[in-house]
C-alpha cells in the first residue's frame, strides 16, 4: 500500500535554532515528492518540488534532500523564525493521475521565542 | 490573481442539510481537485476532475457530487450531510494531473451536529 510516514509528529524549537524534519514513503512508481507548509486555519503552500534524479532542492531557508534509494526525504530548517511555526506536508506522487497524490499527515512545528 | 477561492469559510449543519462548497480559481487550470483534512491524518481526495465536464472518484467520494462545467470552477455538494462529513475542505488547482505544484484555497471548516 502506498503510503507517507513523517517524523516526529510533532516538534518545538527555540528561535534560531536549525530543525530537521523526516519523510518516508513506500510509494511506487515514484514520480516526485514535495514539501508544503501549512498555517493554521490556511491551506498549503509549496515550498520545494522534487524528481528522481534530483537530491536536494532549496528555497531559502528551507532545504529537501531526497534520497530515492532509501525512499527517504527530509526538510532542513535554518536559522528558525517565528513565522516558521506551521504544519509541514510531505506529500509523493506515484504517477499523473490526481488519484496518485499521498498526502503525509504531517509535522507540527512550533517556534519559541 | 486571486489564485483558488473557497467559500463559505466556515459553515455549520444539521444532519440530513445538503449544502454546496463553493471553489474558483483564476489560473486557468484544467486540474482541479476535493480534499477533506481530519485531525491526524492526511489530506485525502474526494473528487477531481482534469477539465471541464469531466470528473472522477477519489478515495473517499461516498455522499459528496461534483460537477466541473467550466474551467473556473468547481463546486462540491454534500447531498445529506452527516456528522462524520465534519472536517476542513481544501480545493487545490493545477496545471498538470499529477506532477505539478498544487494550489490550494483557503480551506472551508464544516461541523455536522
Known amino acids: 500500500k502506498n503510503q507517507v510516514e513523517q517524523s516526529p509528529q510533532s516538534l518545538i524549537i527555540l528561535e534560531g535554532k536549525n530543525c530537521t524534519l523526516q519523510?518516508?514513503?513506500?510509494?511506487?512508481?515514484?514520480?516526485?515528492l514535495r514539501w508544503y507548509k501549512q498555517d493554521t486555519g490556511r491551506g498549503p503552500v509549496s515550498l520545494t518540488i522534487m524528481t528522481f534524479s534530483e537530491n536536494t532542492k532549496s528555497n531559502g531557508r528551507y532545504t529537501a534532500t531526497l534520497d530515492a534509494d532509501t525512499k527517504q526525504s527530509s526538510l532542513h530548517i535554518t536559522a528558525s523564525q517565528l513565522s516558521d511555526s506551521a504544519s509541514y506536508i510531505c506529500?509523493?506522487?506515484?504517477?499523473?493521475?490526481?488519484?496518485?497524490?499521498?498526502f503525509g499527515s504531517g509535522t507540527r512545528l512550533s517556534i519559541r521565542p | 490573481n486571486a489564485g483558488v477561492t473557497q467559500t463559505p469559510k466556515f459553515q455549520v449543519l444539521k444532519t440530513g442539510q445538503s449544502m454546496t462548497l463553493q471553489c474558483a480559481q483564476d489560473?486557468?487550470?484544467?486540474?482541479m481537485s476535493w480534499y477533506r483534512q481530519d485531525p491526524g491524518m492526511g489530506l485525502r481526495l474526494i473528487h477531481y476532475s482534469v477539465g471541464a465536464g469531466i470528473t472522477d472518484q477519489g478515495e473517499v467520494p461516498n455522499g459528496y457530487n461534483v460537477s466541473r462545467s467550466t474551467t473556473e470552477d468547481f463546486p462540491l455538494r454534500l447531498l445529506s450531510a452527516a456528522p462524520s462529513q465534519t472536517s476542513v475542505y481544501f480545493c487545490a488547482s493545477s496545471s498538470s494531473e499529477g506532477t505539478d505544484t498544487q494550489y490550494f484555497g483557503p480551506g472551508t471548516r464544516l461541523t455536522v451536529l
Open positions: 489560473m486557468n487550470h484544467e486540474y
Open positions: 519523510c518516508n514513503y513506500t510509494v511506487s512508481p515514484f514520480s516526485n
Open positions: 506529500v509523493v506522487s506515484a504517477g499523473s493521475s490526481a488519484s496518485k497524490i499521498i
